[in-house]
């Protein structure tokens, strides 16, 4: 039995593999083998056995045998002589001298380098900017795009999303030279993604190195706010401040007035009395359609590269002289006092002539009666 054994053991390989593991084999040929989970007797003295049983995990390297299982979320990224090769999620086993497994890539991020390969994952409301041999190309949002080989090179997202910056507090004079002090904000977008990467925005870095480029639309929101200050500027140049009520003085007038910036008469010809109404007086720098040749005049340049302003709003505009803003302030409180005491006295006319015609009417109808009664 001894002797048995020891000519058993010789001839024969046993081996048991639990489940989820693998075996790995050397046979007389130098083959690589895997061994798949159970009890294995195998009838040769040539085939021996590579350390123990591995679980099925990850990457599993036998030679020139390979094992990956690619996780749900992942993309395995391999080289097969010099050529990239990309594996789906799943389990993939071969046998090749030459296909290298290197890594599991996750693909939550918008941008995934493999080899000479770029996967971009594009959101809604942005553009991708690429390069394919030094011909622009914009990818569309919503969807996933592979750039397929290496001069085909991501640049920049682009948002189109509407953007909202508050413009510089600038120093303008008004037609009548006096100097303000004016704050507001702008809002734009970009309408052409095309039209505003080539004429605009930076693409390519001075080094000439690729991932040098800065991400954001630095170049571009300055081009765009440059423009809308002077637009701003030369819209101030033509309005005349002093005709105009200061915006706080306006306010108090229309609390204490129940025609705040109106007047109306009412004027007799030839017998007929018609209705009078003066125009408005308000103050343009607040008007939102007065300000729509402002806008006008900045879509002008900005739509040369791809921009569309869709407003400029003034959120303050106080002349720097304190001493004249006090001045007019005061005038347009006193305009809206003299503008209360008329309405008032005109409230007062109205109410005694109804009072007279009343009266008169009543004296008619009482020698109406008297004379009837005669």
Known sequence: PVVGYAIYSCFHTEMFVPAGHVGLLLDDKMNYLFAQPGMHNIASMFVQRVGNPVPIRGHIQHGNRTIVVVEQGYIGYAIDNGQPVLL???????????????????LNDHIIALGPYTLLT?????????????????????????????????????????????????????????????????????????????????????????????????????????????SLAGFIGGVNYSNTFHMSAANQAEKTSTIPMAKAELVSTGGETKH????????????????????????????????????????????????????????????????????????????????????????KIEAKGIAESD
Do not use: C
């Open 276 to 363: 009078v109404e003066e125009e408005f007086l308000d103050n343009p720098l607040y008007n939102p359609e007065k300000m729509e040749g402002a806008v006008a005049h900045a879509n002008r340049v900005t739509r040369n590269y791809g921009v569309e302003v869709l407003s400029i709003n003034i959120i303050s505009a106080t002349p720097v002289d304190k001493e004249l803003t006090r001045a007019l302030a005061s005038g347009a409180v006193a305009s809206a006092e003299a503008l209360q005491m008329e309405t008032q006295a005109r409230g007062q006319a109205r109410a005694a002539t109804i009072e007279a015609e009343a009266s008169a009417a009543k004296a």
């Open 122 to 230: 594009v959101d809604e409301g942005y553009a991708a900017v690429t390069q394919n041999n030094g011909k622009q190309m914009v990818l569309k949002g919503g969807e996933t795009h592979l750039l397929n080989h290496k001069n085909w090179k991501f640049e920049k997202f682009m948002t189109l999303k509407i953007q909202t910056d508050d413009l510089q507090k600038i120093n303008a004079t008004s037609a009548d030279n006096i100097e303000m002090m004016v704050t507001s904000t702008l809002n734009w977008k970009i309408f052409d993604v095309n039209i505003a990467a080539t004429m605009a925005a930076e693409t390519m870095a001075s080094s000439g190195k690729a991932g040098e480029v800065s991400a954001d639309i630095t170049k571009l929101r300055k081009d765009v706010l440059k423009q809308a200050i002077a």
């Open 88 to 106: 789906p999620p799943g389990l993939h086993v071969w046998t090749s001298e030459s296909l290298d497994f290197l890594r599991a890539v996750p």
